[in-house]
């Protein structure tokens, strides 16, 4: 009876490990499909900046900075003060309530 028992206890943790593992290679294909698609979007990334780089350097206007003067033309720029206020939801205006 004695020797039973460890093997018992052997083959559970046997058990137990096969299935770690392949819940571990599921994990890492999930990982490695996540990591490639980081990738590509870096790669991505990369050729806008330097698309946007060679622009700059000849002199053009950036793709952003184009469409930013278009799209703020008859208002006033906004100061990052402002920005911080409007992204935290703040009203740039005093209340008049003590």
Known sequence: ???EA???SLGQTLEWL???LA???VQDQRLLL???HLHSVLEE???ESAHWEDARSRGGTSPI???AGSETRGRPPVSSKGLAQLIRGEDSR????P
Do not use: V
């Open 1 to 3: 009876m004695k020797t």
């Open 6 to 8: 460890p093997t018992t």
């Open 18 to 20: 096969r299935k770690e």
């Open 23 to 25: 819940e571990m290679q």
């Open 34 to 36: 996540t990591l490639r």
């Open 45 to 47: 990334l990369r050729t």
């Open 65 to 67: 900075r184009a469409r």
């Open 94 to 97: 005093r209340s008049s309530l």
